[in-house]
């Protein structure tokens, strides 16, 4: 249950809104709030599923990659 409170509250400062964090874990954003409030706590046995989707919804993802001539030609450009 810690481990979900930490993760909660990051995701919070990383995501930006509550509403963000409550799309992630498909709830109501007054559950978010009442779950960092403290007024109330997810039930036991959800609480790994929601912890895995917010691990996974901070992981970066990954962009495509430039293509690597990009730069190269940039500077040409430029030039």
């Known amino acids: 249950m810690q481990e979900f409170s930490i993760l909660l509250l990051n995701a919070t400062k990383t995501m930006g809104t509550l509403l963000e964090v409550a799309n992630l874990l498909s709830v109501e954003p007054k559950m978010v709030y009442g779950w960092l409030a403290g007024f109330e706590q997810p039930p036991a046995d959800a609480v790994p599923n929601l912890t895995e989707r917010l691990r996974d919804g901070m992981t970066p993802r990954s962009g495509a990659p430039?293509?690597?001539?990009?730069?190269?030609?940039?500077?040409r450009l430029a030039a």
Request: cysteine-free; charged content about 40%; overall charge positive.
């Open 66 to 75: 430039s293509h690597p001539r990009r730069r190269a030609a940039d500077l």
